[in-house]
């Protein structure tokens, strides 16, 4: 079924309540997938309240790192691909009567994921399963018939009007090169912010694209004059639960406050006392380059659908206010729906959950929009770098080892191959460290790409002004927790323990992307090029610039060269000595253009990329005529020494092919232009044994 009701409906936190007194749901029980992390805590949370219960009783949630279930739980609230690891082990869902796909208009790729899977283990070995997908702003019918013409409810909720104020006079601003006295995305919120707080009575809820911007407004409204009482609280992943809970919580009995939110704020969260939206149009989003198997963060502006859904945070109480900073002109600009996540993400760790599944073949499972082509086919092609699909495509071994940790394959295969090397707390310590925001980000320092700074404020050597705690927090609990997962003889050692293995870093990160190992290029101050033959750069001055191998573990493709902004140094000895298998050498002759020679030399690649080269001792002639002759084809005929007595030659011998008659010049050759420069190889390679270089061309006799 779907169901399609407007914000504050009671879709999330009535309608599993509801539903779980149905008699053909025969005791059992409930799986509800979430988005968000937050809204899953605060979906079962205000469900557990409901029924004066504590979360973990007959309602509780199942996240990373964060599990509050128990024998007697009925409805689990789940995220984060959990429903996916639920399915893998056991594709029957035994024991579960129904599940919900909540929030789906988001389409991100888990939702995306979990609904072809279930489908699918409902069409072939559940068939009294039932699947609920629920949302606000949806193309109900569109899913309605992927579902097999699945029937539609529509509910109108009780949600109270908002009126709405277009305070911009363009679209939603973009952020751009600083133009002096231009106004920014930041000034322009800040100022609709306090026009609002002047104009309207209630809490005010803020939607901007990222934590850095949510920061910057934060500042500029504490830094001017607010009405008294008035509190300003952010609010977006990252957070600590905590301070999550301080932004969600009533304002205090005569106090105001303004909470600064991502979209993590757009569905599925009544914010007690929210009666007025500004909403900025913005939001940031993860793009995917197949091609280069590199990714980018985009800050781009939003779809009427998502400003349909932020309008409704301001009316599920009361009748609310919402302003937006653009005009009423450019509303009719933007896109109707958001593009799913599915469409623009990297697909490795989806290509591996679906070999797992046993689905070689994506068409045969349904989807709303099937993954693309071009980019199962990148991920599928590092899934097999990574030694998790066999050569016909099926899940290896390995990748099922892979596929039980909740980790991108990446750094799944980097915990699993540190095993043998003996360092799996520094695999732990770096896939935490990469699964979680950046901690200098937020410190002002994430000029430092350096990897192994991350470390030092992880294991507590250092700690610049302004870590994010929270992440911090995370990270050291997501190691431990993927120590305790790991073998024996990791387990046995302390996180702290990554800290001794100075020097493999970079090993590990080479393990987890072979693609982005990379070598200075030659005269190049600060430029690498990449094993999967793309450049790079450093965004800014580094001492890994020094280095003649790295590890570029994250890079910006925006710009011609990707810019790199995370990176660990690599020496070559451990590329020789760990990538072994990898290595394919090679001899080769080739016409060197900017020198005018032909260049002989023994070749060592490592994929795409060239880790060492030796000139030949000895020239294979034949090879050495063959680049000759392609040098001589680019330069064209003009570089032979021609004279005035093989001129000549070749008019009389044209003229005598031309005149004379046919049974004399049968077995003639044509040596005019046209045919000389046509095919010079039937003519010329004979006569350049032992020529390489231009200037040898000067002792043909032509």
């Known amino acids: 079924m779907v169901l399609q009701a407007p914000p504050g409906a009671g879709k999330s936190t009535v309608v599993p309540l509801v539903l779980l007194e149905c008699g053909w749901l025969h005791d059992r029980r409930i799986i509800m997938l979430e988005p968000r992390r937050l809204a899953a805590r605060a979906v079962a949370a205000r469900m557990a309240r409901t029924l004066g219960e504590e979360v973990g009783r007959t309602v509780g949630h199942r996240m990373r790192m964060d599990t509050r279930v128990s024998r007697d739980t009925r409805i689990e609230v789940v995220t984060e691909g959990v429903l996916t690891r639920m399915l893998q082990q056991d594709a029957a869902l035994e024991g579960v009567g129904l599940v919900i796909f909540d929030e789906f208009h988001e389409r991100s790729l888990q939702a995306d994921l979990g609904l072809a899977l279930t489908l699918d283990a409902q069409a072939n070995l559940a068939p009294e399963l039932k699947v609920l997908v629920m949302s606000a702003t949806l193309d109900i019918e569109a899913i309605a018939t992927k579902l097999g013409h699945a029937p539609v409810v529509q509910s109108l909720g009780r949600s109270f009007p908002v009126a709405t104020r277009y305070a911009g006079s363009a679209a939603p601003l973009l952020p751009g090169p600083f133009v002096p006295n231009s106004e920014t995305l930041e000034s322009l919120t800040t100022r609709i912010v306090r026009r609002a707080l002047s104009e309207e009575a209630g809490d005010v809820l803020v939607f901007l694209p990222g934590m850095r911007e949510i920061r910057r407004v934060q500042a500029q409204l504490q830094n001017g004059a607010l009405p008294a009482g008035t509190q300003v609280l952010p609010l977006y992943g990252e957070l600590r639960p905590e301070e999550q809970d301080a932004a969600l919580a009533p304002a205090a009995q005569g106090a105001r406050k303004v909470v600064l939110a991502t979209n993590i704020a757009e569905t599925s969260l009544t914010i007690e006392g929210i009666r007025i939206v500004v909403d900025s149009g913005l939001e940031r989003r993860a793009l995917f380059d197949p091609v280069t198997g590199m990714g980018r963060?985009?800050?781009?502006?939003?779809?009427?659908?998502?400003?349909?859904?932020?309008?409704?945070?301001?009316?599920?109480?009361?009748?609310?206010?919402?302003?937006?900073?653009?005009?009423?002109?450019?509303?009719?600009?933007?896109?109707?729906?958001?593009?799913?996540?599915?469409?623009?993400?990297?697909?490795?760790?989806?290509?591996?959950?679906?070999?797992?599944?046993?689905?070689?073949?994506?068409?045969?499972?349904?989807?709303?929009?099937?993954?693309?082509?071009?980019?199962?086919?990148?991920?599928?092609?590092?899934?097999?770098?990574?030694?998790?699909?066999?050569?016909?495509?099926?899940?290896?071994?390995?990748?099922?080892?892979?596929?039980?940790?909740?980790?991108?394959?990446?750094?799944?295969?980097?915990?699993?191959?540190?095993?043998?090397?003996?360092c799996v707390p520094l695999a732990a310590d770096l896939a935490a460290l990469l699964s979680e925001r950046d901690l200098l980000r937020a410190a002002g320092a994430a000029g430092d790409a350096d990897i192994r700074s991350r470390l030092s404020v992880l294991h507590g050597q250092s700690e610049p002004a302004g870590v994010e705690r929270g992440a911090l927090q995370r990270a050291r609990r997501l190691a431990r927790d993927l120590l305790r997962q790991s073998d024996s003889s990791g387990a046995a050692l302390p996180a702290s323990a990554g800290a001794a293995h100075s020097g493999l870093e970079g090993v590990l990160l080479a393990l987890a992307y072979p693609d982005r190992i990379a070598r200075k290029r030659p005269g190049g101050d600060n430029r690498f090029v990449l094993s999967n033959g793309r450049g790079a750069q450093f965004a800014q001055p580094q001492s890994l610039a020094l280095r003649e191998f790295i590890v570029a573990i994250d890079a910006d493709d925006r710009d011609r060269d990707a810019r790199i902004t995370l990176a660990a140094p690599l020496s070559r000895e451990d590329l020789e000595e760990h990538f072994s298998a990898h290595l394919r050498v090679t001899d080769e002759v080739h016409w060197d253009d900017r020198e005018q020679i032909v260049v002989a030399r023994r070749v060592t690649r490592l994929f795409e990329l060239e880790i060492a080269e030796r000139p030949l001792r000895e020239v294979p002639p034949e090879a050495a005529a063959v680049a000759m002759l392609e040098g001589i084809t680019k330069l064209g005929l003009g570089c032979l020494p021609w004279n005035e007595e093989s001129r000549d030659l070749q008019a009389r011998m044209e003229f005598v092919r031309a005149h004379a008659a046919a049974a004399v010049t049968a077995d003639w050759p044509a040596v005019d232009e046209g045919t000389l420069s046509a095919d010079p190889g039937s003519w010329l390679r004979p006569w350049l044994i032992g020529v390489t270089r231009l200037s040898h061309l000067a002792r043909l006799s032509m």
């Open 297 to 422: 963060l985009e800050t781009a502006r939003i779809s009427r659908a998502s400003a349909d859904q932020r309008q409704g945070r301001a009316g599920r109480l009361e009748p609310g206010v919402c302003y937006r900073a653009w005009s009423e002109g450019a509303q009719r600009s933007l896109a109707a729906f958001s593009a799913p996540e599915i469409l623009q993400t990297d697909l490795a760790g989806l290509a591996l959950e679906l070999a797992a599944w046993g689905a070689i073949d994506a068409g045969t499972l349904t989807w709303l929009d099937p993954p693309p082509t071009a980019t199962l086919t990148s991920a599928r092609d590092l899934l097999g770098r990574l030694d998790a699909l066999d050569e016909k495509g099926r899940v290896s071994a390995h990748g099922r080892e892979m596929a039980r940790l909740p980790l991108h394959p990446r750094l799944a295969h980097m915990l699993l191959a540190a095993r043998p090397l003996g």
